[in-house]
T-cell receptor, first 114, second 115 residues
Framework: GAVVSQHPSRVICKSGTSVKIECRSL??????MFWYRQFPKQSLMLMAT?????????EQGVEKDKFLINHASLTLSTLTVTSAHPEDSSFYIC??????????FGQGTRLTVV | GNSVTQMEGPVTLSEEAFLTINCTYT??????LFWYVQYPGEGLQLLLK?????DKGSNKGFEATYRKETTSFHLEKGSVQVSDSAVYFC??????????????FGRGTSLIVHP
């Protein structure tokens, strides 16, 4: 199956700093990428959808200036958490779609803000 | 809008027991249906899929049949193993090819298998 690589898998940062998470589709071109935040007890919250070369579409309640998404190429999207605070600590997951209906997921990034 | 409803967990079973995790959906068109599995500390992995009515998706002993008449896509396995312990997500997606067809996920069902 298609492979999506997400990096880093874990990151600890100080409050007030910024963190960048990368999501790469390794063996297919990702026309659309999705960023999720996963809360305790499993539920996935869609944060934004991005198409290559255009601005991301953010879900209601997600701050665009705080969660910067760049989908610069058909194989790479990045999520930057700016001025991170402890309440931003969470598990962030990206997924990507190519030519089919299914989405393939990265391994996730555990962000801890101290 | 689209939605996916799956049974609340956790589901706790003994090894070699039969597994069913129920999933029903509502959709405006003709969606593709999926089951994803998430092991602790990892992202989601596509387990199986079905793209049209009456299709059966299967993988690693798991299977699910796309039932349009009951709008269901229940996940089953005849004999579970301890290594199947994970969270299972039912999902749907409409549209083929590129475009912002956003997948819709259920809330996930935790499966715990005891030796």
């Amino acid at each position: 199956g298609a492979v999506v690589s997400q990096h880093p898998s874990r990151v600890i940062c100080k409050s007030g700093t910024s963190v960048k998470i990368e999501c790469r589709s390794l063996d297919f071109q990702a026309t659309t990428m999705f960023w999720y935040r996963q809360f305790p007890k499993q539920s996935l919250m869609l944060m934004a959808t991005s198409n290559e070369g255009s601005k991301a579409t953010y879900e209601q309640g997600v701050e665009k200036d705080k969660f910067l998404i760049n989908h610069a190429s058909l194989t790479l999207s990045t999520l930057t958490v700016t001025s991170a605070h402890p309440e931003d600590s969470s598990f962030y997951i990206c997924s990507a779609r190519g030519g089919g209906p299914e989405a393939f997921f990265g391994q996730g990034t555990r962000l801890t803000v101290v | 809008g689209n939605s996916v409803t799956q049974m609340e967990g956790p589901v706790t079973l003994s090894e070699e027991a039969f597994l069913t995790i129920n999933c029903t959906y509502t959709a405006t068109g003709y969606p593709s249906l999926f089951w994803y599995v998430q092991y602790p500390g990892e992202g989601l992995q596509l387990l199986l899929k079905a793209t049209k009515a009456d299709d059966k998706g299967s993988n690693k002993g798991f299977e699910a049949t796309y039932r349009k008449e009951t709008t269901s896509f229940h996940l089953e396995k005849g004999s579970v193993q301890v290594s199947d312990s994970a969270v299972y997500f039912c999902a749907l997606s409409e549209g083929q090819g590129g475009g912002s067809y956003i997948p819709t996920f259920g809330r996930g069902t935790s499966l715990i298998v005891h030796p």
